[in-house]
């Protein structure tokens, strides 16, 4: 399994609407950068995703994991980006903001901080389990 952080403007979708999306899932889609593209080529089914609000709120606040994997994105009439489904999995105990984030000396290197206009991006499974521990939830 990989674990990724995708990123939403809530006041476009929130995990409230995430959740209410229940079993059936959501599209992602939107996504217009290549690189961003090319990790949601790279998810797999059951992949986990943070589920990160950005604009005002920046903070983690729950957990999607991937129902279907990377199909063409219907509103790109160019054919080059896609999208996948995914399907609410948990909710944070506690949000884990990007201030957090970055006082954590073990979470530096992470993309969220290094390159912050990413949509898509990795993260690794020492930071994934740091990042839960601090959203108070078991993995």
């Known amino acids: 399994m990989q674990y990724w952080l995708l990123k939403t403007e809530p006041e476009e979708w929130s995990w409230k609407d995430q959740v209410k999306s229940g079993k ?3 599209i992602w889609d939107g996504v217009r950068n290549f690189q961003a593209r090319n990790n949601l080529k790279s998810m797999s089914i059951n992949d986990q995703c943070f589920f990160y609000h950005s604009g005002k709120e ?29 399907q609410s999995y948990r909710e944070l105990r506690l949000p884990v903001s ?9 979470l530096a290197n992470l993309p969220l901080i290094k390159q ?8 690794d499974s020492k930071s994934w ?9 078991n993995i």
């Open 129 to 137: 389990k740091i990042i839960c521990k601090m959203g108070k939830i």
């Open 58 to 86: 920046k903070s983690i606040v729950g957990i999607v994991r991937v129902i279907k994997e990377y199909f063409d994105d219907s509103e790109d009439k160019r054919g080059k980006f896609g999208s996948i489904m995914v």
């Open 24 to 26: 059936k899932g959501s």
């Open 98 to 106: 990007l201030k957090d984030i970055k006082n954590h000396r073990l």
């Open 116 to 123: 912050s206009r990413l949509s898509v991006m990795t993260i």
